[in-house]
């Protein structure tokens, strides 16, 4: 081929690309946005359904131009894992426990010390005058929160009656606790419980091993992580609340045009609202299930242990001023229940 054919080729080829380029500016073609999403909630739960269905109708209300790709079931790992995955850029989102949102805002654990909300309208009442405040903190770490949601109030699951702290104490008692889980590890050390660290991953291989034979958690997750076959017991006396949150990593969503951001964050929101109501009537769904198909007996926790689990929490609350959260937080959260009590 001559120089001048070769001259005339290169010109038409230019020529296709920038009409081609011009075309599709003006007929509004877009990229589509893969946002990878993990999460350890398994397939066919509450959760994992919530999120399918959210992921649906924001790929739906962005024609197309946002599509989610799940990974569930702890796939890719522990929550610490899809953080660092997020952090590299391998996964864009997720949906996790204060564990998880801990590593991105250490504060956010607070939610999760013992005995520090009574009832759900207590979390709501606090979580909801929070909620600004904590969308900017997860701003600053270079997330983007989608929503909160629970997970439920946890309880004491065992293979022998828990109705004390004496009982946790004996030695045959091999207490689950998450390896960093700061929060137990400090109360439970104050309380003389002895703990076996594990992550939510290990849980199965561990209960089926002997490894551990008693776990704190809430009723649902003992059904959908199928935990309870294990389990002969459960001690009527809520330690603790598990929360959650979906994010998306600030460096993904500022790929989003504007419009984009408001169907996520709307839609998330709307789906966040509608799960806390669903995994709260699982919970209740859940503690009958347990009693009336898998044979699982209530017990009580005695007075006595309760006052002495109550000051074993308030200490543990103290103690973990300027490691975890501010003096400032704490007494933030707790002029807010004292605010809600007086009211209700």
Known sequence: MNYQNLKKKTCITSYICIILFLCSVCIGVHAVESIKFATLAPKGSTWMNNFLAMGKEITNNTDGEIK???YANGV???????ISKMRVGALHSGAMTATGLGEINQEVLIFQLPRLFKSYEELDYVRDHLRDDLYNVFLEKGYVLIGMGDIGFYYIFSNKPIRNIKDLQASDVKLWVR????IGLEFYKRANIAT??????QVISALNSGQINTLTTSPYVTVALQWYPQFKYMTNFPVSIGVGASVITKEKFDKLTPDQQKVV????DKFQTGLIKDIRADNEKAVEALIKKAGIQVVEFEDES???WET??????NALVGEIYSQEFLDKINKLLEEYRNKN
Do not use: A, K, N, Q
């Open 306 to 308: 309760i006052d002495e």
């Open 68 to 70: 989610f790709r799940f």
């Open 76 to 82: 890719m790992g522990d929550e610490l894992d899809v």
């Open 196 to 201: 076996v660290p594990r992550e939510v991953t």
């Open 265 to 268: 964050l709307e839609i998330g």
């Open 312 to 317: 074993y929490s308030v200490e543990t609350h």
């Open 179 to 182: 390896t960093s889980d700061t």
